[in-house]
């Protein structure tokens, strides 16, 4: 008895899912055929769906599709089957057809959005690569409109998982004005000398939780800009790329409003930078409550940075009277080797101080054998807890 009416209980919840496979829109899925409008089809019915468990299938091909927004508001929850490939116009050659200089895939507007899949988006971002300032300050036209991957704009209770994101042109997911995003079981990847191609940036949004992902990029592993709270990223393995970053922020004067950041079970493997917190001399505002613990770095640069003085060109920062307020940092349970003489870096602003940092067991050895780290503090005030190598200079 107990058995037939789990087995119909199982069969409701099937019946429930309702599927809009792409092929039955027209794609192709071969590798060329543009097949935007059948997967703008897809989802309208998707989204316009009002009952069951409305999906939009794609199955195991390979899509081309042109730059592309997926709108709603949706009439209910909606969910995405990506268990194929979706793949971008081929560089800045390709791209010109398209009149998008954004964004590759985006979802906006959305609230209660699924994706899952073992499906793969590949940004084809080398010839975006070969043109970028990084590498070409004298072109004329160098990184001009880089397109980020996926973007998700204006969403809400967006989940996210187990999906493949390559060579991205520029950030390979973009979190813009969102809030309640569960990212989980990513795999963030391009070359890690790919200039600017952040595994996921996050602005103006909250509540988010990153989780059990690998991010090898160019860039930033994650990166926090302005107006944020309530950020969960754990278990994720970072490097190549330049690390963990909240910021830059404050540029040009921005007012900066960061709080609530926690950083757990993260490894740094040969990363330009760890944990880090960058500011502009010129920003205002606060960042506050951030945490980092039990994190392992494998030959990372900077593995604990805190830099006010950031400045995206050389000369182009002259000192003012600013300065972004950090407080109540807590860096817990790290270790691991440094590429960098000066492993723990608090460069705090000579106008506010850095106050309430606190390291609890900390042990950081340089990657050279023999070498010594040092720490190095500049206005920064907290307290040093447990074992702390090297030496705390927080006074
Ligand atoms: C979108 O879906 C609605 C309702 O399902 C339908 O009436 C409309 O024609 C569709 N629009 C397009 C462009 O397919
Ligand atoms: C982040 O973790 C804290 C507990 O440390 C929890 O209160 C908060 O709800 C979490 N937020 C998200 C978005 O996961
Ligand atoms: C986060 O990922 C880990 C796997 O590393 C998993 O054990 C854990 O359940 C996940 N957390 C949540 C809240 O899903
Ligand atoms: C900054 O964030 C705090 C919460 O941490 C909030 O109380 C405050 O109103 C925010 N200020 C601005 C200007 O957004
Ligand atoms: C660190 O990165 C190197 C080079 O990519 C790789 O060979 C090694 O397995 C990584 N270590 C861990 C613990 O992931
Ligand atoms: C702190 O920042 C100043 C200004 O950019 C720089 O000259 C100095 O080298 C930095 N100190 C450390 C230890 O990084």
Not at 323 to 334: A, D, F, P, Q, W
Request: glycine letters at 10%; a negative charge; one cysteine or more.
């Amino acid at each position: 008895m107990v058995l037939v009416s789990m087995t119909l209980i199982w069969i409701t919840a099937k019946a429930q899912v309702k599927y809009f496979n792409v092929m039955d829109y027209g794609a192709k899925g071969d590798f060329v055929t543009d097949d935007s409008v059948a997967f703008l089809k897809a989802w309208n019915d998707t989204c316009n769906a009002e009952t069951g468990e409305p999906t939009m299938l794609i199955p195991r091909k390979q899509f081309f599709l042109r730059p592309t927004t997926f709108s709603g508001p949706c009439k209910s929850h909606v969910y995405v089957r990506l268990l194929g490939g979706l793949l971008a116009p081929d560089g800045p050659k390709e791209w010109k057809e398209f009149n998008d200089v954004v964004k590759f895939i985006e979802f906006e507007s959305v609230t209660g959005l699924h994706i899952t899949g073992v499906g793969l988006i590949n940004g084809h971002g080398k010839g975006w690569w070969d043109i970028s300032c990084r590498y070409h300050p004298k072109l004329l036209d160098c990184g001009k409109g880089a397109p980020t991957t996926l973007r998700f704009h204006k969403s809400n209770d967006i989940h996210m998982s187990q999906i493949k994101i390559v060579n991205s042109p520029q950030t390979h997911i973009l979190l813009l004005g969102c809030n309640g995003v569960e990212l989980q079981d990513l795999s963030i990847i391009s070359s890690g000398v790919s200039p600017n191609t952040d595994g996921i940036h996050i602005q103006q949004s909250n509540h988010i939780f990153i989780n059990n992902s690998f991010i090898g990029v160019g860039d930033d592993c994650v990166s926090i800009g302005d107006g944020i709270t309530d950020i969960n990223i754990t278990y994720v393995n970072c490097g190549p790329g330049h690390g963990i970053s909240i910021g830059s922020l404050g540029l040009d004067g921005t007012v900066s409003n960061v709080s609530n950041i926690h950083a757990r079970h993260i490894l740094f493997n040969g990363t330009q930078n760890g944990a880090r917190i960058k500011t502009y001399q010129t920003g205002r505002g606060q960042v506050q409550n951030i945490e980092f613990t039990d994190v392992t770095f494998i030959d990372a640069g900077n593995p604990i940075i805190i830099d006010q003085h950031y400045c995206g060109a050389p000369n182009a920062c002259p000192p003012t009277k600013a300065g972004v307020k950090i407080s109540n940092v807590l860096y817990s349970e790290m270790h691991g080797t440094s590429t960098s003489d000066v492993a723990l870096n608090f460069n705090c602003s000579e106008n506010v101080a850095c106050t309430d940092i606190k390291l609890n067991n900390i042990d950081l050895k340089s990657s050279t054998r023999g070498e010594r780290v040092s720490s190095s503090c500049n206005n920064a005030f907290g307290e040093a807890i447990g074992t702390v190598n090297p030496k705390s200079c927080l006074r």
